[in-house]
């Protein structure tokens, strides 16, 4: 999907507006986490995995792929996780791109989970790494989510990135872990917890990198395990594309998200990873179509919980 523009502008439509067309065309707001843990592969995959880090590298990407053809028809993006990749090495790596390259061929975006921030050139180097194009080729990924806690110069080149490569963000403000309230509830002397004034500094972030949509390139990872707080997010945050990990396997169903979404259907964006992916354990399904037929009940189920 490309826009004309000018020098400074991104040759390819806002992160945020590729999410509305994409929400648009499939009607649904379901993304499914890559989290391929060799442990729990197919007996098929994983009796390969154990010959090598290699070959745990081949069959963590003939896994993916499987589980991209699987779920493509009910889903927007895929979201990899990237510590199971680079755990593997260089190996890993090579799998992740093309586990990536994959699904931008079939149609979906590519929410890289990485979590990444720090400072300075570090920061400009994870902006290069996951979201500018590598020479002739694309970015790895359409978005990464990345950690606010080192302050604006650590969140600056990942705007950069935003404005120039019409790439997206999606930044921790409370998350769907039973450890996130060690920080993210804490007080601030005025009374307001952590989270919420990270997502103020979410909304000032991305108030100039608001697409042709109304919505931000510059979203807020919530969490839909707390629920009490995703409306005020909402609130706080009314540009932002809210992505809501904790669906399926953490305990958190679509009806928990349903406040995410005042802001329209493309507004937010729900997460599940284990209960998708490895839904084969749970089914005599071959483990393909078991990922598929339960991406396809939850896709249809937050559609119906958003409203729209």
Sequence with gaps: MSIRTDDERPAVAAFSDR???A?????????VGLDPRIDLLPMELRGEAVLGRAAAAGAVERFCKGIIDAVAPYVV???????FFEALGSDGWRALESVSRYA???????????KRGDIGSTARAYAAAFLEPRGVEPPLADALTVNPYLGSDSIDPFLSAC???GAGIFVLVRTSNAGGR???????????PVWRHVAGLVAEWGADLAGERGMSSVGAVVGATVPRVIGDARRAMPQAIILLPGVGAQGATPADVARAFTSGPASALVNASR????AY??????????????AARLAAEIWAAAGW
Aim: avoid cysteine.
């Design 281 to 294: 354990r749970d089914s005599e399904d071959d483990w393909r179509a078991a990922a598929g037929r339960e």
């Design 19 to 21: 999410v509305a067309a």
């Design 182 to 192: 060690d920080l993210q509830d804490a007080v601030l002397s005025d009374g307001t």
């Design 77 to 83: 993006a895929v979201k990899p996780q990237v510590a």
């Design 104 to 114: 931008t061929e079939v149609g979906l975006l590519v929410i890289a989970d990485a």
């Design 163 to 165: 404005r120039n490569h």
């Design 23 to 31: 929400v648009e065309q499939k009607r649904t707001q379901l993304v």
């Design 275 to 278: 209960s998708v992916i490895y």
